[in-house]
């Protein structure tokens, strides 16, 4: 599925197999998630991406050729974070994400929304056994995330959710494993997401622009709406810290100095590292994660992308060849 100008619909090409270059691997797609970031680049949000493009970013895939670190047939994962220059401040720091060089995938080089696609080995993983390529795929961009603004909110007992989605049904999964109280926050009319959350352990589940029941610790923002970030802060205890997960968000609004007052932190997350991935997928076996996916024909990647739009998912939308 092809994206020719942005703000129009995905368009189903028939495209010749890609050619793996120096240190790339050609894989056969056995399923894409579908991300909030790939209706950022469809909207026109994210404003510069390569044209035409193949989008996705979690791609549970099979090796057809191999290169130096993965025979042929073995199943990989590849992820947002295509590849960096190793050389940089960032890179030699252990923080590549930030790397001013890095091209992602589905953005700068054609992802998953295809039959096939090539990688670069280095920047792929082998995925954990246990998960079909349909449920593994949330994890590589939605779990990675998810596991990376976790680990930035610290040791925070009571955690709240903003947003009820694909990257926060899993970290709910997981933090409840840790041993956190997990509140989730959604829509206030939206009572199936609310009852979802509460399904995998969230104890309150309310409206994300009310109070909760107590004050929390720390709190994870993925709904890409700004209005969420004044309202975090005022749930979150002194010393708490708010952590905005997603790519790209609507304007906050201005914000009174005394809700940041009390060594509250705001921050955000920015893509991933490999270390953050390898981490993450040997975290998903042991909780275990369980991902909650709702398929799609790589065809209707148009209406995947409306129900995420919409909002009328539970879970993950997974495209199929």
């Known amino acids: 599925m092809v994206l020719r100008r942005q703000r129009e619909p995905l368009v189903l090409e028939e495209l010749p197999d890609p050619e793996p270059g120096a240190r790339q691997v050609l894989l056969e797609v056995a ?59 960032y890179c030699r720091s252990g923080r590549e994400n930030l790397c001013d060089a890095a091209r992602f995938t589905g953005y700068d080089s054609d992802g998953g929304y295809a039959e096939r696609a090539v990688a670069d080995e280095r920047f792929c993983f082998p995925l954990p056994d246990g998960f079909e390529d349909l449920h593994a795929a949330p994890l590589l961009c939605a779990g990675l995330i998810g596991h990376r603004a976790l680990r930035l909110a610290g ?22 494993h840790e041993g956190r109280r997990v509140f989730a926050f959604t829509r206030a009319e ?25 004050e929390l610790d720390g709190a994870l923002i993925f709904a890409p709406a700004g209005e969420l970030v004044p309202a975090a802060l005022r749930a979150v ?82 495209l199929v060849p």
């Not at 009571?158 to 999964?173: E, N």
């Not at 009390?262 to 991935?277: C, I, K, M, P, Q």
Request: net charge negative; charged share 20%.
């Open 190 to 214: 939206d009572e199936a997401a609310q009852a979802f959350a509460r399904e995998l352990g969230a104890e309150w589940a309310g409206d994300a622009l009310g109070s909760p029941p107590e």
């Open 155 to 176: 040791d925070a007992e009571r955690l709240g959710l903003y947003g009820f989605g694909a990257a926060a049904h899993i970290v709910c999964q997981v933090a409840v």
């Open 31 to 89: 399923a894409c998630g579908v991300c909030r970031t790939d209706l950022h680049i469809a909207d026109g949000e994210l404003t510069e991406p390569k044209l035409p493009l193949v989008m996705g970013h979690q791609i549970a895939a099979r090796v057809v050729v191999g290169g130096e670190r993965f025979e042929p047939g073995v199943r990989v994962g590849v992820p947002w974070l295509g590849s960096t220059d190793g050389t940089c401040q």
């Open 237 to 318: 205890a002194k010393g708490g810290t708010v952590v905005c997960g997603g790519i790209h968000m609507s304007d906050i609004p201005p914000l009174p100095y005394e809700l940041l007052w009390g060594e509250r932190v705001l921050r955000s997350v920015a893509n991933l590292t490999r270390a953050d991935a390898e981490e993450f997928l040997s975290i998903a076996p042991r909780v275990p994660v369980r991902t909650e996916v709702e398929t799609f024909p790589l065809e209707q990647a148009n209406e995947a992308l409306d129900r995420l739009r919409s909002g009328h998912l539970r879970g993950s939308a997974v």
